[in-house]
């Protein structure tokens, strides 16, 4: 029913910044809350950031005042932007609703101490 396709992951130094899209397709989108999830090599996936269809945010307190969750509904967009990331940051980044029955790809975020 809905499909989501992240991008923007890479290859940084610890400090610099990253900004993550998750493009999605269905008529839903604009009324769901989106989450950023990320799941680190030998650890559970976890929830990263949230944004409801009102843009209220929430994040984990690992990376609050460092990564800002946005949503761009004319574009049926969801983006992360990282900044001042750090090693442990290192992780599978997914893009999703609350409750996810599958998942995609996501894209891969390295961080360089």
């Known amino acids: 029913q809905v499909q989501l396709v992240e991008s923007g992951g890479g290859l940084v130094q610890a400090g610099g910044s990253l900004r993550l899209s998750c493009a999605a397709s269905?008529?839903?989108?604009?009324?769901?809350?989106m989450c950023w999830y990320r799941q680190a090599p030998g650890k559970q996936r976890e929830l990263v950031a949230r944004?409801?269809?009102?843009?209220?945010?929430n994040y984990a307190d690992s990376v609050k005042g460092r990564f800002t969750i946005s949503r761009d509904n004319a574009k049926n967009t969801v983006y992360l932007q990282m900044n001042s990331l750090k090693p442990e940051d290192t992780a599978v980044y997914y893009c999703?609703?609350?409750?996810?029955?599958?998942w995609g790809q996501g894209t891969q975020v390295t961080v360089s101490s």
């Open positions: 944004i409801s269809s009102g843009g209220i945010t």
């Open positions: 269905g008529s839903i989108f604009s009324i769901v809350t």
């Open positions: 999703n609703g609350m409750s996810p029955r599958s």
